[in-house]
Nanobody, 115 residues
Framework: QVQLVESGGGLVQPGGSLRLSCACV??????????MGWYRQAPGKQRELVARIRKYGYTDYDDSVKGRFTVSRDNAKSTVYLQMKSLKPEDTAVYYC???????WGQGTQVTVSS
């Protein structure tokens, strides 16, 4: 069983920054062995992968956020982060974290980029 709690979203002006956090608990297992992903879903659109961090720390990003977003993890805290800079209106969405290869989602956190 997986528990995911995302936080850190909010309303920010274009060009601003936010840092999202996701606390993760996998029953009977340890956070550090899992690849983690950040996804987002904008109104009327499909959920899409934004960034992924592998268990060994390797990262990859969707082209739309490369150079602006940074994913990181703290295994001691069982938490994954998404630092978002130079935010654009098109980044507006509900952001979710996910344990890769486990079909379970948290409640997400809303990010709204607007002036």
């Amino acid at each position: 069983q997986v528990q995911l709690v995302e936080s850190g979203g909010g309303l920010v002006q274009p060009g601003g920054s936010l840092r999202l956090s996701c606390a993760c608990v996998v029953s009977g297992s340890t956070f550090s062995i899992y690849d983690m992903g950040w996804y987002r879903q904008a109104p009327g659109k499909q959920r899409e992968l934004v960034a992924r961090i592998r268990k060994y720390g390797y990262t990859d990003y969707d082209d739309s956020v490369k150079g602006r977003f940074t994913v990181s993890r703290d295994n001691a805290k069982s938490t994954v982060y998404l630092q978002m800079k130079s935010l654009k209106p098109e980044d507006t969405a509900v952001y979710y974290c996910k344990v890769e290869n486990i079909d379970s989602w948290g409640q997400g956190t809303q990010v709204t980029v607007s002036s």
